[in-house]
């Protein structure tokens, strides 16, 4: 029987099976952080419940974290209170820990992939909604609630109803300018943010395989924000050459045996999904949102729907934007680069390549917030930090920053924020924010011009 790669990855897991019920999942990999994982330890105190499989759990500090002297002592209460939480309770059940100031510190789904961590066939979860990021690597990864953080701890498993199959195809060929972020952003404002609820999605297509790992993980990354439970992308060459080499890739003989593996686990060419999507690369232009949910999407010289819903009038009341009109030259205060969507080296390379010999708009608050540590040293040994600086950008340490302002990096309320991040919610970047989600290159360009410029029209790369 065909099967596709999220089949091969699901059945290869499967303890047991209830009858007309759910699955028993083993999972081969565990993310932790210090937000989600302290009730889940609470809990298995409190039941006297040993953790089953501390060696195939991994912890970072990244959320609420500063991002400004994080050498110094933390003088947030909540965020000391829980980053001294987790050193406590992986000390305790030998858990490994990337705590601030570690060189493997950065936001969990950037930090995984980078140190070989994720690897294709795997099964991984986290406390958070976006690990669906390594989904990229040909993974089914995903968010889980607290309660299952405690199921993991406890049996390395969770009990799951199957999710049907979406594929989302894009063939063609992107015009300059357009980033693996505007194709996600495209995909979900044609299809809406309920489109993938109950299936996990499948990116196919040449577009998607000329993307690099850095682009692959931006697309499954916001896989949730189209409601599917995760999103996969067939592992291939590109994957493997990412992760040779990496910290705790298989090595040797051992990767080769691996990549053999990997190479089994592509879609069968005759597989069915449940759901199939369709579209042309040159329809994909560099996006923006207007509203309130990521499906709010237009092409950055479109201009906004004459009218909606009572969601999509209450979204332009918030944001303080008319129908039918454009976004190009909206001032901006404030620009946000990084997040687990696009905190990458790629996306500060693309950064700093249009930034490199302009200045940054005097007005303009320009947060470059860094993935992980390993990021920070990459931009130091390409002397991209000597780019920023010299066209006065200021790079902040690894953390989640302005992504959800859990820490202190908040956007004021009423100002609007391009932002490279995931989510565009009221108040997800400070209460009364107005975020707009773009590209790393709109984001770039809109530093410099201190406005929502058409870089369909100064860009070519």
């Known amino acids: 029987m065909s099967k596709t790669l999220f089949d091969k990855v699901w059945d290869a897991h499967v303890v047991d099976t209830i009858p007309d019920g759910p699955q028993i999942l083993y999972i081969d990999k565990h993310l932790i952080h210090e937000v989600t994982s302290p009730q889940a330890f609470n809990e298995l105190e409190a039941r006297g419940i040993p953790i089953a499989r501390p060696d195939q759990i991994v912890a970072t500090a990244d959320h609420n974290t500063p991002t400004v002297n994080q050498h110094l002592p933390i003088k947030d209460p909540l965020s000391r209170n829980q980053l001294e939480q987790l050193t406590k309770n992986c000390e305790k059940h030998g858990i490994t820990l990337y705590a601030l100031g570690h060189e493997y510190n ?52 969770l009990l799951l109803k199957k999710p049907k199959s979406l594929r989302v195809n894009v063939n063609g060929t992107l015009a300059a300018g357009v980033l693996p972020k505007d194709v996600i952003l495209y995909i979900i404002s044609q299809i809406g943010t309920n489109a993938g609820t109950g299936y996990f999605c499948e990116y196919a297509g040449n577009v998607f395989e000329e993307m690099s790992m850095e682009g692959r993980m931006t697309v499954c990354n916001m896989s949730i924000e189209m409601g599917a439970r995760g999103g996969m992308i067939a592992p291939d060459q590109t994957t493997f050459d990412y992760i040779e080499g990496k910290k705790f890739a298989p090595q040797g003989d051992a990767f080769a045996k691996a990549v053999s593996y990997w190479k089994t686990l592509p879609t069968d060419p005759d597989a069915v999904f449940d759901k199939e999507y369709h579209f042309d690369a040159a329809d994909i232009g560099p996006m923006l949102t207007y509203g309130t949910n990521p499906g709010m999407g237009i092409k950055i010289n479109a201009h906004i729907p004459e009218t909606g819903d009572m969601t999509f009038e209450k979204a332009l009341e918030y944001m303080d934007f008319k129908g039918g009109t454009q976004l190009l030259d909206t001032p901006i205060n404030y620009v946000f680069i990084g997040s687990c969507t696009n905190s990458r080296i790629e996306d500060f390379r693309v950064a700093a390549h249009y930034i490199k010999g302009k200045q940054k708009a005097a007005h303009v608050n320009a947060w470059l917030v860094p993935g992980s540590q ?16 010299a066209a006065g950008f200021t790079l902040r340490e690894p953390g989640c920053s302005a992504c959800l302002a859990m820490n202190d990096d908040k956007i004021p309320s009423g100002e609007y924020c391009v932002s490279t991040s995931n989510r565009n919610f009221e108040g997800r970047q400070g209460q009364g924010a107005r975020t707009i989600l773009a590209s790393p290159l709109v984001a770039a360009a809109t530093a410099i011009e201190g406005k929502i410029i058409d870089i369909t029209k100064t860009v070519k790369i």
């Open 106 to 157: 950065g936001i969990v789904h950037v930090m995984a992939p980078e140190l070989g961590i994720t690897q294709p066939g795997m099964t991984m979860v986290c406390g958070d909604s976006h690990t669906s990021t390594h989904g990229a690597f040909g993974t089914i990864a995903f968010g889980i609630g607290t309660s299952q953080v405690a199921q993991v701890f406890a049996s390395q498993s």
């Open 374 to 389: 390993q990021v920070v040293k990459q931009l130091q040994e390409e002397g991209l930090t000597q780019v920023f600086e």
